[in-house]
């Protein structure tokens, strides 16, 4: 039977530009062992004695050199299975606002861009990480839909 865990993150990074939101996508460097040169959001493994959240802080800075603004919980978590390990992993999500499009990438990632909700889901791997731009813009558009988000004060 697979074992359960949680001990990845996902944090999606957005900024507001003319009144809509742009969402920062990550292309993983071709070298890399798993998934070479896919587009997708911040992720993270979740060093010993971290919270989740702290992991999405520490992510954000260092796959992308931004300082995050605001930071939210996503109402939901998304599931990945690995053969190797045999275990599920309950992923939490975080959504983290931002002021600058000023991106330092790692040597994780080859390149980034910021895109629109349509592009994004279009460009995102992952039909999770695709559905997820989608659901957060729809809620970041209006005040009283951000609230259904628990913001962390950090």
């Known amino acids: 039977?697979?074992?359960i865990n949680s001990i990845y993150i996902e944090c999606y990074v957005a900024i507001k530009t003319e009144g809509k939101y742009k969402f920062l996508l990550l292309k993983r460097a071709e070298?890399?062992?798993l998934y070479p040169g896919i587009w997708q959001i911040i992720t993270g493994r979740?060093?010993?004695g971290e919270k989740a959240f702290e992991?999405?802080?520490r992510e954000v800075k260092e796959e992308s050199?931004?300082?995050p603004e605001r930071l939210y919980v996503l109402p939901h978590t998304t599931t990945f299975y690995?053969?190797?390990t045999d275990a599920i992993s309950l992923i939490p999500l975080f959504i983290c606002i931002v002021d600058s499009k000023k991106v330092k990438l790692s040597e994780?990632?080859?390149e980034y861009k910021w895109l629109d909700v349509t592009k994004a889901s279009q460009k995102l791997y992952f039909k999770s990480q695709k559905e997820n731009v989608k659901f957060i813009e729809s809620n970041l558009r209006t005040k009283e839909r951000l609230k259904t988000f628990t913001e962390i004060k950090f």
């Open 31 to 33: 070298n890399d062992k």
């Open 82 to 84: 690995s053969p190797r």
């Open 1 to 3: 039977m697979p074992k």
């Open 55 to 57: 992991t999405a802080l």
């Open 108 to 110: 994780e990632h080859s």
């Open 65 to 67: 050199g931004l300082n």
């Open 46 to 48: 979740i060093e010993k």
